[in-house]
């Protein structure tokens, strides 16, 4: 009964390398999201995609891109790691209609140094 | 874009002591969900409340959806050490097919014995 799995839990990079997130949901969503956690200001949403084939921007997508890999999985890339980019990265997911609650993994801990 | 206020940030509390939190909104929300994330963990989906007015419990939790539709409360009843963590609440906007949520800033809930 696995929900969401986020890959990795941990990881340290260098100011300029690159990453993949990755991020699994084993309930059949429609709809995915990739959120930051930083201390005092909640989840800022990132990237969302709708449904299969489909992405759009969040509030905060400058430095990231995603790809919508599947209908199970969504991923999260950063081209050139920034120390602003240090966050608890989150992948959610819902049934799509405008009334399903999103479900969240147990997020990857990023730090760019 | 829109905004969400949640207050307090913290609370300090005996065990047995009820707790109240709330949620205010610059915008009309149709969708009020209150979260809880336990250290290391991801956000996980307490109640979910759909309805001006509605009144909604779980266990020893109850939320309200304000009248007005930009405002929902969280009162704990009873606390209990396992009580411990960051609730946050989330709005949807109408109109919105997706699920995209508004996250507020958290509640740092701790509990003494």
């Known amino acids: 009964n696995a929900g969401v799995t986020q890959t990795p839990k941990f990881q340290v990079l260098k100011t300029g390398q690159s990453m993949t997130l990755q991020c699994a949901q084993d309930?059949?969503?429609?709809?995915m999201y990739w959120y930051r956690q930083d201390p005092g200001m909640g989840l800022r949403l990132i990237y969302y995609?709708?449904?299969?084939?489909?992405?759009d921007k969040g509030e905060v997508p400058n430095g990231y891109n995603v790809s919508r890999l599947n209908k199970r999985e969504f991923s999260l890339r950063l081209e050139s790691a920034a120390p602003s980019q240090t966050s608890v990265y989150f992948c959610?997911?819902?049934?799509?209609?405008?009334?399903?609650?999103?479900?969240f993994g147990d997020g990857t801990r990023l730090s760019i140094l | 874009g829109q905004q969400l206020n949640q207050s307090p940030q913290s609370m300090f509390i005996q065990e047995g002591e009820d707790v109240s939190m709330n949620c205010t909104s610059s915008s009309i929300f149709n969708t009020w969900l209150w979260y809880k994330q336990d250290p290391g963990e991801g956000p996980v989906l307490l109640i979910a409340?759909?309805?001006?007015?509605e009144l909604t419990s779980n266990g020893r939790l109850t939320a309200q959806f304000g009248i007005t539709r930009k405002d929902s409360f969280l009162n704990i009843s009873a606390s209990i050490p396992s009580d411990v963590g960051i609730y946050f609440c989330?709005?949807?906007?109408?109109?919105?097919?997706?699920?995209?949520?508004?996250f507020g800033q958290g509640t740092i809930l701790t509990v003494h014995p």
């Open positions: 959610a997911s819902s049934q799509g209609s405008s009334n399903q609650p999103q479900h």
């Open positions: 995609s709708a449904s299969e084939g489909t992405t």
């Open positions: 309930m059949n969503h429609n709809s």
């Open positions: 409340l759909y309805k001006a007015g």
């Open positions: 989330a709005g949807r906007a109408g109109g919105t097919s997706y699920g995209k949520l508004t």
